[in-house]
């Protein structure tokens, strides 16, 4: 074949359609790749909020909840067995019940939390201390039981290892920090992936209105039917992507804010409370006044108390919110009759509250906050199910339409028999 | 033991606009539409259903003639108060698992089973989450009755009232005290040889059982619970039992038919009152402590009332009424004081330790621990076949 010819041939109308169809179905291909790359990325992360990092950020808080009861209610033990007294069996049957709990909670956070290094160290930390500290526990009860010297700093050395600056609370709260950190990067992850996708299906659509007047000058074709179908897929998927996109990130705002944000706050005021209660007993246990719990921790658990309020989205959340102040303030009440009693120097009434009133009344406050962070589990566990049912069906479109885009395009674009001969 | 049929209930199979779009298609515009639709997945159900309330009671839990108060306080139309709770088997298989088990709308909008059944209930959905913000009494709740492992805080249920399973006898028929759970399995008592009631409740009975075995019923393990099924059947099968008992052991022991039985609390102090010959005691080995407890099953009509119902019975002033009727023991803070407040009779139970346990009670009871389901099942099993050898009081 002559050189000549071939340059013509290769500059045919039939050549140049199919050279355009072939360029389009490529196009396609690469749509449909990157569409199925993004979908694919939101519904990993989707999938990982939803069953790792939503439940490890709501074990966590359990944890914490189950340690701040286990350390009231062992208090209340010791305190009710010293000089010989009879120990509250009730309270130590929640404190069994508490530690036991414990180990179960770490066990789930355990098999949430992938592969992260660092999380998994705080986690075995707390398994540590947690076994360090049903140890003590026992040893102080048993001291105290046989009016040992000793007794109360094994006490000190309990409560050091729940709620000190490294005990098992920081490190929870260490756990928590990660995860929500993690929780922060899952929500973020794919927007990248989807902006391409987003970009990609525009391009496409911009060649096939090209196309689609190249056609027409062409071939003198009006319109084609098939390019009209493949700028509609491409239309709808990208609609589609786009949509699902921004509705999932809409709905995980939703999780963050309405969800884990007052599971945080919740977190904050358990500990700080707890932090309270921990003071409260130290001055009981070692007879000293200076070590009552500080007054800005009071004011640091209104602000808290004022926050969870303030962010309640339904009258429900405030009802819960107003049920955790009023535990919070019954309790309070009762600490600060203990505290007149430390300061007067009556001890025997402090401890006798501490051990009585005084915990069952955190007890009230502990579970009610609990509760609260329950209920905002089913927001939150609510609000993630939404966000990935938005990517329902989505990879399987993601596929399929650019299929048909690209089929049509190609019936379409292609020449037809006698058309330009 | 006396099963009740409940009216079929009525079938709604709804078909929503959403679950139709998003079964259309495999692909298109129904799935487009509907993952654009979906809308937050919400435990919070509306504040609705002030219609007529339907309760579903044990006997003898409530004077009956509070409830055109209760109505009034309410705003409920009306109250249908059925007293057809017998026991938690029959309760279970006859009016809550046929009711809730295919997620239908019960005809009861508010029930009262023992603890674990209420856990049951709760693990299965079939429970409504409580609208806190029309019981604002919630806050009422003694702490002591929000530490259970199936509904930690109380999110789903409010306790009714508690009690203790013990002793409750007649000295002039036993040959004088009985102060142990031994003591009530002496088989070689003559006066006790089948003139001996089993409470029907198997945590209750078996946790007994357990108690006189040294084991903890707090903290159940099978081969534990096995070997207290076994005392019982042993027991049985030396004809210490006379029959199967629930509330209806005060009958059997004032007809002389028991000498002694395993009994609840209330209904062995309200016998005392009456006819103080009889006695009810924690044994020297324990009691077992349980409570009976408020939810509102899914999708129950009435479900604002039935709050309400809750939020009336947390009341001191109410449970006060309530405690002074079946003397329980009262879950509601406050109470103590508005029964001083009342003077008189009611007065002195303020102090009373079945009402109000302390601590030196409370150390002497325990509750039946959560065992693994099977496990429980097949305790369940055990004692059902033991109860049926032995028959129900008539």
């Keep these: 074949m002559a050189e000549g010819e071939q340059t013509r041939r290769g500059r045919s109308t039939p050549a140049v359609l199919y050279t355009w169809a072939g360029a389009i179905v490529a196009l396609f291909a690469l749509s449909a790749l990157l569409s199925f790359i993004a979908v694919q990325t939101l519904s990993s992360t989707g999938d990982r909020i939803q069953m790792s990092t939503g439940p490890v950020l709501i074990s966590t808080q359990g944890l914490v909840a189950s340690i701040a009861e286990a350390d009231a209610a062992n208090t209340a033990v010791f305190?009710?067995?010293?000089?010989?007294?009879?120990?509250?069996?009730?309270?130590?049957?929640?404190?069994?019940?508490?530690?036991?709990?414990?180990?179960?909670?770490?066990?789930?956070?355990?098999?949430?939390?992938?592969?992260?290094?660092?999380?998994?160290?705080?986690?075995?930390?707390?398994?540590?201390?947690?076994?360090?500290?049903?140890?003590?526990?026992?040893?102080?009860?048993?001291?105290?039981?046989?009016?040992?010297?000793?007794?109360?700093?094994?006490?000190?050395d309990s409560l050091d290892l729940s709620g000190g600056a490294n005990g098992m609370l920081a490190n929870a709260n260490e756990v928590t920090e990660r995860t929500r950190n993690q929780f922060n990067d899952d929500v973020n992850a794919g927007r990248a992936s989807v902006l391409i996708a987003v970009v990609a299906l525009a391009a496409t659509l911009l060649v096939l209105v090209i196309a689609q007047a190249r056609l027409k000058k062409l071939t003198h074709r009006r319109i084609s039917l098939g390019l009209v179908a493949a700028s509609m897929c491409v239309l709808i998927l990208g609609s589609w992507i786009g949509a699902a996109a921004v509705l999932r990130a809409n709905d995980l705002s939703q999780a963050t804010d309405e969800g884990f944000g007052d599971i945080a706050i919740a977190a904050q005021l358990q500990t700080a409370a707890f932090e309270y209660k921990t003071a409260e007993t130290n001055a009981i246990i070692e007879e000293d006044a200076s070590q009552l719990p500080d007054a800005s921790i009071i004011d640091d658990i209104e602000i808290q108390l004022t926050t969870l309020a303030n962010s309640a989205d339904s009258q429900r959340e405030r009802a819960q919110a107003d049920a955790v102040r009023t535990r919070w303030q019954s309790y309070l009440e009762t600490s600060n009759t203990i505290a007149g009693d430390v300061r007067s120097g009556n001890f025997d009434d402090a401890r006798s509250l501490v051990a009585g009133e005084g915990n069952q009344r955190f007890t009230g406050f502990n579970t009610t906050a609990e509760a609260l962070v329950l209920a905002n589990q089913d927001q939150f566990n609510g609000s993630v199910a939404n966000a990935t049912a938005r990517l329902n069906q989505l990879s399987f479109a993601a596929i399929l339409l650019p299929l048909i885009g690209a089929v049509a395009a190609w019936l379409g674009y292609r020449p037809r028999i006698n058309e330009y001969y | 033991m006396s099963p009740r049929r409940f009216p079929p209930r009525t079938l709604h199979p709804l078909h929503s606009r959403r679950t139709f779009l998003a079964g259309a298609g495999a692909l298109g515009a129904g799935a487009f539409l509907a993952s654009c639709g979906a809308s937050a997945a919400s435990s919070e159900r509306p504040v609705d259903g002030f219609a007529n309330l339907t309760v579903v009671n044990w006997a003898e839990y409530l004077p009956l003639d509070l409830l055109p108060q209760i109505t009034e306080d309410i705003g409920s139309r009306t109250i249908d108060y059925r007293e057809e709770y017998v026991d938690n088997v029959s309760g279970f298989d006859e009016i809550i698992a046929p009711q809730l088990g295919d997620g239908g709308t019960p005809n009861f909008d508010l029930i009262v089973p023992t603890q674990w059944l209420a856990g049951r209930m709760i693990d299965r959905g079939w429970a409504e989450a409580l609208p806190l913000e029309i019981i604002p009494n919630h806050v009422n709740l003694d702490p002591r009755f929000m530490t259970n492992d199936f509904d930690r805080g109380s999110r789903f249920q409010m306790p009714w009232q508690g009690g203790m399973t013990g002793i409750s006898y007649d000295p002039a028929e036993t040959n004088g005290e009985i102060s142990s759970i031994e003591q009530l399995f002496d088989t070689t008592n003559s006066a006790l040889r089948g003139r001996v009631g089993l409470i029907g409740e198997m945590r209750e009975a078996v946790g007994l059982a357990m108690l006189a075995n040294g084991?903890?019923?707090?903290?159940?393990?099978?081969?534990?619970?096995?070997?207290?099924?076994?005392?019982?059947?042993?027991?049985?099968?030396?004809?210490?039992?006379?029959?199967?008992?629930?509330?209806?052991?005060?009958?059997e022991l004032t007809s002389g038919r028991l000498a002694a039985t395993m009994a609840w609390s209330g209904q062995a102090a309200a016998l005392q009152l009456d006819s103080p010959q009889f006695e009810f005691v924690i044994p020297d080995e324990g009691a077992i402590s349980w409570f009976d407890t408020m939810v509102i099953p899914k999708n129950a009509v009435a479900f604002a009332a039935a709050a309400g119902w809750m939020n009336w019975a947390y009341d001191p002033v109410n449970a006060a009424q309530i405690s002074a009727f079946n003397l329980y023991v009262c879950p509601v803070l406050g109470t103590q004081d508005a029964l001083r407040s009342l003077g008189g009779f009611e007065a002195t139970l303020a102090d009373n330790p079945l009402i109000f346990p302390d601590t030196e009670t409370r150390n002497r009871l325990s509750t039946w621990g959560s065992l693994d389901l099977d496990a429980e099942l097949e305790i369940e099993a055990r004692f059902d076949a033991l109860t049926e050898q032995i028959g129900f009081a008539n």
Excluded at chain 1, 111 to 133: F, P, R
Excluded at chain 2, 221 to 248: C, K, M, N, P, R
């Design chain 2, 215 to 251: 084991d903890d019923p707090a903290r159940p393990t099978f081969d534990a619970a096995s070997a207290g099924v076994d005392l019982l059947i042993d027991l049985a099968g030396a004809g210490h039992f006379q029959s199967v008992v629930f509330d209806d052991f005060v009958g």
């Design chain 1, 79 to 156: 305190l009710s067995g010293i000089d010989g007294g009879d120990e509250d069996v009730s309270q130590r049957r929640l404190y069994e019940s508490a530690v036991a709990r414990a180990p179960e909670q770490i066990e789930d956070i355990s098999s949430g939390i992938g592969d992260n290094e660092l999380t998994h160290d705080a986690l075995k930390d707390v398994a540590q201390q947690l076994t360090a500290y049903a140890g003590v526990v026992e040893q102080a009860r048993l001291s105290n039981a046989n009016g040992l010297p000793g007794a109360t700093g094994l006490l000190t």
